[in-house]
């Protein structure tokens, strides 16, 4: 069999300057070394960026990591601040209200998941909750924060894990500046039409400025105007209203009042959920809703009963539909961020998913023609990601038992997708926490949101029996007590920022909304 060389990509452009446009644009950079194929990025000044999306999880710490990038640099020009979980108050009745941290629990016990020990300490008659166990719970809640490389090595910290809320419009500027360093050539200009080949791959876009620009692969990060995917491409939208009801949120920001806790807050309304981001000079608020259960007016009231603060910009109403694109390649044309798909901002899981769509794009990288197998694939592994991403929010919704409002009502009797009734039943009735390979959250992330909306297996696992019960409860006391201790030693969260992290002065950046 006779093999032909690759035809090389030879110039790859990006539409959009958004967090998605300057990701994908480091992320390629770096990887392509600017010397396999060109990379050229257009955003516009007339049509603003989202200007929201400012919590993310800890994979954006790997990211960092992989680009090179000084995390304490980063942090401080982005007004950064850790995060260590999203608080969730009000989802499983009013008034109640669970962690869900990033890290373990707690160490194994005599080769005994954590979990599972105090599942059997808690049939046993304990009723400790397990986030007195949990080191990043603990650190969380007394607002303090040490990263685990700054810990010893055999302290509880280890097993904490962490991620960064930021200023949006910061990040975008931070890493423009870092993928024009690695070579990324900008045009800040207008997309006014887009030229396609006789086989409807894209040739070449309009800028208003008059100039063409050619490419070979094409990089939609319009945001939700999918300038090339949907517009140009018509690749149709898969909305998942009937599990994911929000499809609208006000969003606004406050002068900071006190220091920044190390975690966002969730906290649930009568149609939907708030959210609270603590930054070092301000905090993001947002109110995501059902517009079947709550007006534009309503939203906006309630949001501004509830912050505290002084506003700093005028609130402003994003409608969204929560979904997914049915390909998010096609022909020579990949979507990434907003244009690709969109799931509400619950768990912070947009910016990951900006990443994931650049990461399989290099694990499936094309030549010119992008064969139809390479795409599928690529298409294949985003749909995975999206609908686990998808059962895991809606997991929150479908289990609540708050019946004080319509909306909430509706959550409680609302059809779920069977990929997510069945992990619920694996369980409920056998204590697992499927584990998938290439998880984004790990079996104590859905052990956590079960727990806390009020879901608990009705057995553990038969292994647990092996041990000394009375050995392994003793065991589960020195390791929360272990896990204490170790918190002590913590800084404050504010003091560590100001020691490691402190802001640096934000540079005037082009704030206007999508
Ligand atoms: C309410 C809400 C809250 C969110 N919270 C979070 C969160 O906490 N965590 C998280 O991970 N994600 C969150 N997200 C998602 C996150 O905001 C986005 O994933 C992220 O900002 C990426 O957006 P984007 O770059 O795709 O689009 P945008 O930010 O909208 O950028 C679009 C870009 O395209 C350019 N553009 C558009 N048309 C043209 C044209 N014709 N010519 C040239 N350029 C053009 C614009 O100039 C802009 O630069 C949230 C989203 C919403 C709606």
Request: glycine share 20%; proline share 20%.
């Given at each position: 069999m006779t093999q032909s060389a690759p035809q090389h990509l030879t110039k790859i452009v990006i539409v959009g300057g958004g967090t998605a446009g300057w990701i994908s644009a480091s992320m390629l950079a770096f990887k392509l070394r600017n010397q396999l194929c060109q990379v050229e990025l257009i955003e516009s000044a007339d049509i603003g960026t989202i200007g929201v999306g400012e919590a993310t999880i800890p994979p954006f710490i790997t990211l960092l990591r992989n680009l090179g990038i000084n995390e304490q640099d980063f942090i401080s020009k982005t007004q950064g601040s850790f995060k260590l979980g999203i608080e969730f108050a009000n989802w499983r009745e009013k008034g109640q209200q669970f962690f869900h941290p990033f890290g373990d629990f707690g160490p194994k016990l005599d080769g005994h998941d954590f979990y599972q020990c105090w599942l059997k300490s808690q049939a046993m008659g304990d009723n400790t909750p397990i986030m007195d166990y949990c080191p990043t719970a603990i650190m969380a809640y007394q607002h303090k924060f040490m990263p685990p490389f700054m810990a010893a090595a055999d302290s509880p910290i280890q097993l904490s894990n962490y991620a960064l809320h930021f200023d949006a419009s910061l990040v975008a500027k931070y890493l423009r500046d870092y993928a024009q360093g690695l070579g990324v050539v900008r045009h800040e200009d207008t997309v006014v039409e887009v030229h396609n080949h006789n086989n409807g791959f894209i040739k070449a876009l309009q800028l208003q400025s008059g100039k063409l620009i050619e490419g070979d692969l094409f990089i939609d990060c319009s945001g939700f105007r999918g300038l090339l995917i949907d517009k140009n491409l018509n690749v149709k939208y898969q909305d998942w209203k009937q599990w994911l009801p929000c499809d609208r949120a006000v969003a606004m920001q406050t002068k900071k009042v006190a220091a920044p806790v190390p975690y966002t807050q969730s906290t649930a309304e009568d149609a939907g959920w708030r959210w609270t981001i603590p930054l070092q000079h301000r905090t993001g608020n947002g109110y995501v809703y059902s517009s079947e259960f709550c007006s534009d007016e309503q939203a906006l009231t309630t949001l501004q009963q509830k912050v505290?603060?002084?506003?700093?910009n005028d609130p402003r109403v994003i409608p969204f539909s929560s979904g997914r694109r049915e390909h998010f390649w096609h022909k020579n044309c990949v979507s990434v961020g907003l244009s690709s798909g969109f799931l509400e901002p619950l768990e912070s899981t947009a910016i990951h998913l900006i990443t994931r769509s650049i990461h399989f794009l290099l694990v499936n990288f094309p030549d010119r023609q992008c064969k139809q197998s390479l795409v599928d694939e690529y298409n294949r592994a985003m749909a995975w990601d999206y609908e686990y991403i998808r059962d895991f929010i809606i997991l929150h919704y479908c289990s609540t038992q708050r019946n004080d409002s319509e909306f909430w009502r509706w959550c409680q009797n609302m059809s779920i997708p069977d990929s997510l009734q069945q992990r619920i039943s694996l369980f409920k009735e056998n204590a697992i926490a499927r584990h998938d390979l290439d998880q984004l959250f790990k079996p104590e992330s859905w052990q956590c949101i079960y727990e806390g909306m009020g879901i608990r297996p009705q057995t553990y696992n038969h292994f647990v029996d092996l041990s000394d019960y009375s050995q392994l409860f003793s065991n589960m006391q020195s390791a929360k007590q272990r896990a204490q201790q170790s918190v002590s030693s913590a800084l404050n969260h504010e003091a560590f920022l100001k020691q490691f992290c402190p802001a640096a002065t934000p540079t005037p950046v082009n704030k206007k909304g999508a």
């Open positions: 505290i603060g002084m506003p700093v």
